[in-house]
């Protein structure tokens, strides 16, 4: 079946010049243009509309209502919202984030016939309840439509409310947070529920910072705290540890016969190792695992049994290689270094020393 692509503008000029220009593309989308949101309601209650094109500020129903009644009723369809952003940064954080597109005027018709073919093609759009409806969004709404209005949105037992006049946030209240705290927090919120209040007044006005910075700065906190960004910054102090312990132990691969130095734990388990690039064999590592923890065990007993001051460092020779071991200090793990026979032992045991202490605080 044919996509339709519903265009809605009380500006009539406007309407004809898209209706016109669009026609060429009659082969991907049948167009429809309305003047009115009423008249785009009464479009959308007797056609499957796969696209709504509309400005915000409009006589009558606004553009924002408009929005919120698609929301509710025709769920599957996409909207891209003509506006003045004045921001290329928030126009393009707005698209990526919300459920929504948009397109700022004055705007080319190719820029539009792109949004279009865009917004058509890709699983975007609305879903589920009204509370799903992105928060940036609603309040992007507000600001486009220049509206005098407060949102109240609750989230479980908490409750928030922004203030919006001619354009601008103006106030933010939740809990016993008011101003930008207050707006960051309830801009954080994955879920809830909405009410408009048209005309509505705060007590007072604690926000004098511009939209497009209180968004921007609201994203960018959402987006810290968000748990997938936790995981991302976990993950990056775990290559950024790792890569800090492999440059302390590539000193030992500069000592002259060392095939294999890895940092291990009392299982056998390498933490991170380097091997001599200009050694054409080379060890199994994972191997370790089973060599590593019966050989300790029995060492550790030895030690016990003579009373000895604990392990410091351990040389054997096994399969025609020497193994040389050292306990990192007040760590379970250990630093394993397999090398050749002739290796300068002394020169081990110095460069254990001096990469100890480091060792142990990386790890």
């Given amino acids: 079946m044919q996509k339709k692509v519903l265009i809605v503008d009380d500006e009539e000029d406007l309407t004809w010049s898209i209706s016109k220009n669009l026609s060429k593309d009659k082969d991907s989308f049948d167009l429809i243009c309305v003047n009115n949101a009423q008249e785009a309601l009464n479009v959308l209650s007797q056609l499957p509309v796969d696209l709504v094109v509309s400005d915000i500020k409009m006589p009558g129903m606004s553009g924002l209502e408009l929005l919120v009644k698609i929301k509710e009723t025709y769920s599957t369809t996409k909207v891209i919202i003509m506006t003045a952003f004045g921001s290329a940064e928030v126009q393009r954080e707005a698209t990526d984030r919300g459920s929504l597109y948009y397109i700022e005027k004055p705007f080319e018709i190719e820029e539009l016939r792109t949004l279009i073919h865009r917004a058509l093609t890709e699983k975007k759009g609305f879903d589920g309840k009204v509370s799903d409806f992105q928060l940036s969004d609603l309040i992007q709404m507000n600001i486009l439509g220049r509206m005098k209005a407060a949102l109240v949105v609750n989230k479980d037992e908490e409750k928030g409310t922004l203030y919006f ?199």
Wanted: net charge negative; proline share 4%; charged share 35%.
């Fill in 165 to 363: 006049s001619d354009g601008n946030i103006v106030h933010a209240e939740c809990g016993t947070l008011i101003g930008e705290e207050a707006f960051y927090k309830i801009l954080a919120w994955e879920n809830g529920r909405f009410e408009f209040r048209k005309g509505e007044d705060p007590e007072k006005e604690t926000i004098d910072k511009g939209w497009q910075s209180l968004l921007l700065e609201g994203m960018r906190r959402k987006d810290e705290y968000s748990p997938e960004t936790k995981t991302q910054i976990k993950e990056e102090s775990r290559q950024e540890m790792l890569e800090k312990i492999k440059s302390s132990i590539a000193e030992f691969i500069k000592i002259k016969g060392v095939d294999l130095v890895a940092v291990i734990d009392d299982a056998g388990f390498s933490r991170a190792s380097l091997f001599n690039e200009k050694k054409e064999e080379r060890m199994d590592i994972t191997l370790l695992s089973t060599i590593i923890p019966p050989g300790l065990e029995y060492l550790l007993k030895v030690d016990t049994e003579l009373k000895g001051e604990g392990l410091r460092f351990i040389t054997l020779d096994f399969n025609k290689k020497t193994i040389f071991m050292a306990p990192v200090p007040g760590r379970k793990e250990w630093l394993f270094v397999l090398c050749e026979p002739e290796v300068n032992l002394g020169g081990l045991r110095m460069a254990f020393k001096k990469q100890a202490p480091l060792l142990s605080e990386l790890l």
